[in-house]
């Protein structure tokens, strides 16, 4: 089992930069992709940004050219850098891993951006 904990949430005003990291215990052998989500009030959980096994990315398109996945396999870490902050990327994010048909999800960390 592997878990998973989050950290570098904080409150930033419009425009400013955070950089979320999510550290993982145990083994991380075999694991298929690693992501960060999010869901803001009322909404569903969404993806964000996704790492594949053979080191490929994914964004949504809401964050693309402005956030930036990343991993750091020597210390089982992934991070999520967040530049040009806007109030709707409020929210409380979310890192998750997969391993075949096993999910992990981080406990998350909150995110807001003051206009």
């Known amino acids: 089992q592997v878990q998973l904990v989050e950290s570098g949430g904080g409150l930033v005003q419009t425009g400013g930069s955070l950089r979320l990291s999510c550290a993982a215990s145990?083994?991380?052998?075999?694991?298929?992709?690693m992501g960060w989500y999010r869901q803001a009030p009322g909404k569903q959980r969404e993806l964000v940004a996704v790492i594949i096994a053979g080191g490929s990315t994914n964004y949504a398109d809401s964050v693309k050219g402005r956030f930036t996945i990343s991993r750091d396999n020597a210390k089982n870490t992934i991070y999520l850098q967040m530049n040009s902050l806007k109030s709707e990327d409020t929210a409380v994010y979310y890192c998750?891993?997969?391993?075949?048909?096993?999910?992990?999800w981080g406990q998350g960390t909150q995110v807001t951006v003051s206009s």
């Open positions: 998750r891993f997969v391993r075949g048909f096993t999910v992990n």
């Open positions: 145990g083994s991380i052998f075999g694991i298929n992709s």
